[in-house]
Antibody, heavy 122, light 108 residues
Framework: QVQLVQSGAEVKKPGSSVKVSCRAS????????LNWVRQAPGQGPEWMGG????????NYAKKFQGRVTFTADESTSTVYMELSSLKSEDTAVYYC???????????????WGQGTMVTVSS | EMVLTQSPGTLSLSPGERATLSCRAS???????LAWYQQKPGQAPRLLIY???SRATGIPDRFSGSGSGTDFTLTISRLEPEDVAVYYC?????????FGPGTKVDIK
């Protein structure tokens, strides 16, 4: 049974950065696509991008290019999402999510982490 | 960029009634790249339907999906109290992912 376990809630100041982790268990990890999705309060989810750990070549949504970085640590089966230059509008729950078919980059999201609340406030 | 519109915004029905939720895309999604999710408060979204009409593992058969092109529908044949949630559509056919704004389903 594949599980995605994320790091805990964060409170950050505007202009700072946040780094959220997502540890995968039960899958093949290095060849699996893992995506990041965020959801602001009362809004629909928003895709931020994805990464395949073995290629270490992230695919970022246009909106976040230049401000987000995805990395992967194969030794701990963990992917990281770092978002910089934080603004109040970045306040959201951040999820990692795995597709139904992990060999397909663009597929429905079958398994989700529990979510990490990031609050940006002065 | 693909935009998804969902209607209605809120749906209030009695237990046992049929719920029909709509999702409209600004461009052709194709027949296979549309998913539906259910989200309850404080939880991550749960995949219900993928490929427009295939039920995900463990999803009750009262949930069904249909449609192609730009118009898609999620139907809950007989509403149960545990179906109270927000439902989102998602497209994944345009080299990115887009979600709709959601339809909230309430029980009267």
């Amino acid at each position: 049974q594949v599980q995605l376990v994320q790091s805990g809630a964060e409170v950050k100041k505007p202009g700072s950065s946040v780094k959220v982790s997502c540890r995968a268990s039960g899958g093949t990890f290095r060849s699996d696509v893992l995506n990041w999705v965020r959801q602001a309060p009362g809004q629909g989810p928003e895709w931020m991008g994805g990464i395949i750990p073995m290629f270490a070549r992230p695919n970022y949504a246009k909106k976040f290019q230049g401000r987000v970085t995805f990395t992967a640590d194969e030794s701990t089966s963990t992917v990281y999402m770092e978002l910089s230059s934080l603004k109040s509008e970045d306040t959201a729950v951040y999820y990692c999510a795995r597709p139904l078919d992990t060999r397909i980059v663009y597929d429905a999201f079958d398994i989700w982490g529990q979510g990490t609340m990031v609050t940006v406030s002065s | 960029e693909m935009v998804l519109t969902q209607s209605p915004g809120t749906l209030s029905l009695s237990p046992g009634e049929r719920a029909t939720l709509s999702c409209r895309a600004s461009q052709n999604v194709g027949s296979s790249y549309l998913a539906w999710y259910q989200q309850k408060p404080g939880q991550a979204p749960r995949l219900l339907i993928y490929g427009a009409s295939s039920r995900a593992t463990g999803i009750p058969d009262r949930f069904s999906g249909s449609g192609s092109g730009t118009d898609f529908t999620l139907t809950i044949s007989r509403l149960e109290p545990e179906d109270v949630a927000v439902y989102y559509c998602q497209q994944y056919g345009s080299a990115s992912f887009t979600f709709g704004p959601g339809t909230k389903v309430d029980i009267k």
